[in-house]
């Protein structure tokens, strides 16, 4: 009854209203195709996993999820509808939440499509396939744990394209703070605790131990508080332009 | 119904309302007047919900807005400023989304949901995308928005803007027909709705209210109530002219020559006189060729501009006219 629901379905319905959602969906499907195949040489590899189709997730997802994010709330604030929806009887974590499972739900589809794939390597050889299960599992929570932090960035502008910058940058942080490029360069400023602590954010390096077919809690605590916490931040932003 | 207590909105150092109080109780319609930025919206916003204002409250229905929004929010049908709703969705779907979200199913949305669309005449439309309707369509969608709940307050920021003489007049019979059972704010910058459907005017100017009263009290602060005005030959206006100026009761006399050979003569009353009995006796005495002769009502514009317009502008006015 807080209203999560039809917020939900109108977001979801949204996407499919306008063509966003079908060239998102084409593009990243043709991405997959692309990276897993010609640049992962899937077929050379002789191996019956998906292993090079997982591992270009997440630099898929730097530029494709902040695209779906960019206007969760920047298009709200542009066109005045938030106006309206912050005016509805319905509490801000409810939009907030609403709007966020929506825009996951919807990637969530789009990860779904790239099924052929696996229709692929299984006719091929034998694959285990609780492997690849946990793989699409750590590639959703991944998706999720963007699609949080882009939606928080996108709160607090009316600029999509500042949204969206914005969230590959800070998305792109996330994702590499495991790399020698950063843990290098933080080695030489910080102490060894914060070096781990930074290195311990890496998307990369969560996602990379649940594709291997080991759905770890700790990794899967990771993405889940970690999408509660950039959650927990929008609310916030929305109730910050309220008082200001 | 609409309780409002000393609000105040400060963005940085600038006070956008400063310390608002009214009171609105069911079966009025209160008028909303100001220049723009006065601060009109940012207190329909702040009454609403969308902005948490720096001091003061808000109680609708008994319901602070700021503690208890979302009881005070299930009160209120509100038109924002600019009409917005989801361009991508057709009228009907955006008003089956807003019958849902206000928790409305089955049967009773379906009545409502058909009463909003009866009450704005919105059936030639109800399947195209939003975004693709006339600004006119646009504005009824988000009345019907409002209205949809049948809520005891309703807040509508110019629900009029951007309608055609016709729409304006279906949606002033619309609010005046749900007066009775609401307490209705409305914001507008058209002084002939105020008269047309207000039971009470409010001016804002600067973030504060500087006039408040029925539209008929307003008016008896306008120089023009009980002004008489007349209409004759050009030739006999200079003697007309000089002899209503001798008169007691009369203050000034404004002459303006028209080209057809005609002069309109406006005689200012005293505060509080009334000169119509007078003038028309003296007409009568001196068998002028008189045409038309009428007192007016007052006009809200002259109320409006004499509480609205700024120190500064003021200032330029009278030095300009000094100059002259």
Redesign the interface.
């Known amino acids: 009854m807080s209203g999560l629901w039809p917020i939900f379905k109108r977001e979801f319905v949204a996407y499919f209203a306008t063509p966003l959602a079908y060239v998102f969906i084409v593009i990243f499907l043709f991405a997959m195709g692309a990276f897993t195949f010609y640049i992962g040489n899937f077929y050379q590899n002789g191996v019956a996993d998906l292993s090079v189709f997982f591992a270009y997730h997440p630099w898929l997802y730097l530029f494709l999820v902040p695209a779906i994010a960019m206007r969760l709330w920047a298009e709200e604030r542009r066109s005045g509808t938030i106006e309206l929806l912050l005016t509805l009887p319905v509490p801000v974590w409810a939009s907030v939440v609403g709007k966020y499972l929506a825009a996951w739900a919807f990637t969530g589809i789009a990860l779904l499509l790239t099924f052929p794939i696996w229709l692929t390597v299984n006719y091929l050889g034998n694959p285990d396939n609780g492997v690849i299960l946990a793989g699409y599992v750590g590639s959703f929570l991944m998706a999720g744990g963007y699609l949080a932090i882009g939606a928080a960035i996108s709160a607090a502008t009316s600029n999509q394209v500042i949204a969206f910058v914005v969230s590959v940058v800070v998305c792109f942080l996330f994702t590499i703070s495991g790399a020698p490029l950063v843990l290098n360069f933080v080695r030489a400023i910080a102490p060894m605790p914060i070096v781990t602590a930074i290195s311990s954010f890496s998307f990369l390096t969560h996602f990379g131990a649940i594709s291997t077919g080991v759905i770890d809690l700790r990794d899967v605590i990771f993405f889940v508080t970690l999408i509660a916490l950039f959650l927990a931040i929008n609310i916030v932003l929305i109730d910050l332009k309220k008082a200001s | 119904m609409i309780e409002v207590e000393g609000l105040t909105k400060q963005?940085g150092p600038f006070a956008a309302v400063a310390g608002i109080d009214l009171r609105v109780g069911r079966g009025e319609v209160l008028g909303f007047l100001g220049p723009n930025g006065a601060g009109k919206s940012t207190t329909m916003?702040m009454i609403?919900?969308?902005?948490?204002a720096t001091c003061g409250r808000v109680r609708i229905c008994g319901h602070d807005i700021e503690t208890q929004?979302?009881?005070a929010?299930?009160q209120?049908g509100?038109l924002?400023?600019?009409a917005?709703?989801?361009?991508?969705?057709t009228p009907r779907?955006f008003l089956n989304?807003?019958a849902?979200?206000?928790?409305f199913v089955g049967a009773a949305a379906r009545t409502h949901i058909e009463r909003a669309i009866a009450n704005t005449e919105l059936d030639p439309v109800l399947e195209q995308?939003i975004e693709t309707l006339s600004k006119g369509f646009k504005r009824r969608v988000g009345l019907a928005?409002a209205i949809l709940h049948d809520p005891p307050v309703l807040i509508m920021d110019e629900p009029t803007d951007g309608l055609d003489p016709n729409q304006k007049h279906a949606v002033r019979r619309l609010i005046r027909d749900m007066a009775p059972q609401k307490a209705i704010i409305v914001s507008t910058h058209l002084l002939e709705e105020v008269e047309a459907i207000c039971t009470r005017a409010v001016i804002i100017d600067r973030g504060r209210i500087v006039a408040d009263g029925t539209p008929s009290e307003l008016l008896t602060r306008s120089r023009h109530h009980n002004a008489v005005s007349l209409l004759l030959p050009t030739d006999q206006a200079e003697l007309a002219r000089a002899r209503l100026k001798s008169m007691n009761d009369v203050i000034s006399v404004e002459q303006t020559t028209r080209p057809d050979g005609l002069s309109m003569l406006t005689a200012f009353p005293r505060q509080g006189a009334l000169l119509i009995e007078d003038v028309s006796a003296l007409v009568m005495a001196e068998h002028w060729d008189v045409r038309e002769l009428y007192a007016e009502p007052g006009r809200l514009e002259d109320v409006f501009r004499a509480v609205t317009t700024h120190d500064a502008a003021r200032a330029r006015a009278q030095a300009s006219g000094a100059g002259a």
Request: proline fraction near 9%; charged fraction near 20%; glycine fraction near 12%.
């Open positions: 963005f916003k609403t919900g969308y902005l948490s929004t979302i009881a929010q299930r209120i509100y924002p400023e600019g917005p709703a989801y361009g991508d969705m779907s989304f807003i849902e979200i206000r928790g995308p928005q």
